[in-house]
């Protein structure tokens, strides 16, 4: 089978289950609230240690920081002439930050009631933080995989970025400003839109497996 057909069926399986998701959500039914009740349990634990370290970790994943990490990182691969490769992650970036925030508007769910140890405005589901924190740092990898030559280069940047997602993830739930499915929604809406985006690169044969760029 081939690369583009294996991928097009994992973006099919993701959109299925983001949908499946959503679904579930907006309908507030046991799936969710047994997921969630059972999560929250085992992760609203804080002491004033915990709340500034993860206080920190969250900040990483705010509009402005994404923002400034991702302009860096374009401008990087410009000036390294890795344009496709550049375009690829500002193409996650945007798409999926537009695409979560008209989600967020539809599904229209409350955060937790319970106490917020960092202010958090807007609707709950799909946690932004955590699409926007997956679409820069899975793009990073991805980019990272085909740059890089050398394997423990790949290894400590791989490492690195889904550390980043998973802790930026982990620290919503930790601070209360969303529900553990809001998290999950997050991650398989970017999954999703990233896999689709890499079949375009594919159509248009500038596959992200070769993200190379193009010289001036």
Same mark, same amino acid.
């Given at each position: 089978?081939?690369?583009?057909?294996k991928?097009?069926?994992?973006n =099919?399986f993701l959109? @299925? $289950?983001?949908? %499946?998701?959503t679904?579930?959500? *907006?309908?507030?039914?046991n799936?969710?609230?047994?997921f969630d009740t059972?999560?929250?349990s085992?992760?609203?634990?804080?002491n004033?240690?915990t709340l500034?370290?993860?206080?920190?970790i969250?900040?990483?994943g705010?509009?402005f920081?994404?923002? =400034?990490v991702?302009a860096?990182?374009?401008? $990087?691969l410009?000036?390294? !002439?890795?344009?496709? #490769?550049?375009? %690829? +992650?500002v193409?996650?970036?945007?798409?999926?930050?537009?695409?979560?925030s008209?989600?967020?508007?539809?599904?229209d769910?409350?955060?937790?009631? &319970? &106490?917020?140890?960092?202010y #958090?405005?807007?609707?709950s %589901?799909p946690?932004?933080?955590s699409a926007? *924190?997956f #679409?820069?740092y899975?793009?990073?990898?991805?980019?990272s +995989?085909?740059?890089?030559? !050398?394997?423990?280069? !790949?290894?400590?940047i791989s490492a690195i970025c889904?550390a980043?997602?998973?802790l930026?993830g982990?620290?919503r739930?930790?601070?209360?400003?969303?529900y553990?499915?809001?998290v999950?929604?997050?991650?398989l809406?970017? #999954?999703t839109i990233?896999?689709?985006n890499?079949l375009?690169f594919r159509? !248009?044969? $500038? *596959?992200? @497996?070769?993200?190379k760029?193009v010289?001036?």
């Open positions: 089978m081939k690369i583009s057909k991928i097009s069926i994992f =099919v959109l @299925l $289950l983001f949908v %499946f998701w679904i579930n959500v *907006s309908q507030h039914t799936l969710i609230k047994n059972a999560l929250i085992q992760i609203y634990h804080h004033t240690l500034g370290i993860f206080r920190f969250t900040s990483i705010d509009t920081a994404t923002i =400034v991702t860096i990182i374009f401008l $990087l410009i000036v390294k !002439k890795y344009h496709y #490769a550049a375009i %690829f +992650l193409l996650n970036k945007v798409v999926i930050s537009g695409t979560n008209i989600i967020k508007t539809i599904i769910r409350p955060r937790p009631s &319970h &106490h917020h140890f960092v #958090a405005g807007g609707y %589901f946690s932004g933080h926007s *924190s #679409a820069l899975i793009s990073v990898l991805i980019i +995989l085909y740059i890089f030559k !050398k394997l423990s280069l !790949k290894i400590v889904i980043m997602v998973l930026i982990y620290s739930i930790f601070l209360g400003v969303h553990p499915s809001d999950f929604g997050g991650y809406l970017a #999954a990233i896999t689709f890499t375009l159509a !248009k044969n $500038l *596959s992200v @497996l070769q993200l760029g010289k001036n």
